[in-house]
């Protein structure tokens, strides 16, 4: 049973323009979401995060949105660079890092 | 800084074979963790280790041991390698394993880094 969806397996954009990935959850324990990035070859690396405390946090050209009654978030990023495709995975937590469910990953292709 | 190594890069192993996974960190972190990342699903998490001398079953254990040598080291094991264990497999490392969320701060300095991986098929 997946506690954290990641809909699209895919998604291309024209450089400049706005990405948005989605991701939704269904246990309503989670109180913290974070986005990781991964290249080919190397490990997920931490991208950005929002607690549910928040709606919106931003980090230059990343920002994530949270939607708790709707159990969903989103990743922006703007504009969008060819440095930017990566596999994006959503992944949600209660509390810690032992109980932290993963999307299967969006991969985001950004064409110059 | 190396951050979090793992050896071997790819391994191709025939059903029954054992064989361990190697990971190491070298960032004085408290707590590990072994992932599986399986296709068209998330990153599992196998076993982890909260500190030097403890360690705890994850979502996915059965078919997996572990060992944490020590605070830089946490090695995964297969006694009996079967097709299903086929996967790319993370060893991760964090200062602690609830110190981020407890402070409220995510972001703030705490987060986990994971090694490169591990691309094992069983044949």
């Known amino acids: 049973d997946q506690q954290v969806k990641q809909n699209s397996p895919s998604l291309s954009v024209q450089e400049g323009r706005i990405s948005i990935l989605n991701c939704d959850y269904t246990?309503?324990?989670?109180?913290?979401f974070l986005w990781y990035k991964k290249y080919p070859a190397e490990g997920p690396t931490f991208l950005i995060s929002?607690?549910?405390?928040?709606d919106k946090n931003e980090d230059g050209r990343f920002t994530v949105f949270l939607n708790k009654s709707a159990k969903h978030l989103s990743l922006h990023i703007v504009p969008s660079q060819p440095g930017d495709s990566a596999v994006y995975f959503c992944?949600?937590?209660?509390?810690?890092?032992?109980?932290?469910?993963f999307g299967a990953g969006t991969r985001l292709t950004v064409k110059p | 800084n190396a951050g979090v190594t793992q050896t071997p890069k790819f391994q191709v192993l025939k059903t029954g074979q054992s064989m361990t996974l190697q990971c190491a960190q070298d960032?004085?972190?408290?707590?590990m963790y072994w992932y599986r990342q399986d296709p068209g699903m998330g990153l599992r998490l196998i076993y982890y280790?909260?500190?030097?001398?403890?360690?705890d079953k994850g979502e996915v254990p059965n078919g997996y041991n572990v060992s944490r040598l020590n605070k830089r080291e946490f090695s995964l094991r297969l006694e009996s390698a079967a097709p299903s264990q086929t996967s790319v497999y993370f060893c991760?490392?964090?200062?602690?394993?609830?110190?981020?969320?407890?402070?409220?701060?995510?972001?703030?300095?705490?987060?986990?880094?994971f090694g490169p991986g591990t691309r094992l098929t069983v044949l």
């Open positions: 991760a490392s964090s200062e602690v394993l609830r110190g981020l969320f407890s402070s409220g701060r995510i972001g703030s300095g705490d987060t986990q880094y």
């Open positions: 960032m004085n972190h408290n707590s």
């Open positions: 280790s909260a500190s030097e001398g403890t360690t």
């Open positions: 246990n309503s324990m989670f109180d913290y």
């Open positions: 929002i607690s549910s405390i928040k």
């Open positions: 992944a949600a937590s209660a509390g810690a890092w032992d109980d932290m469910r």
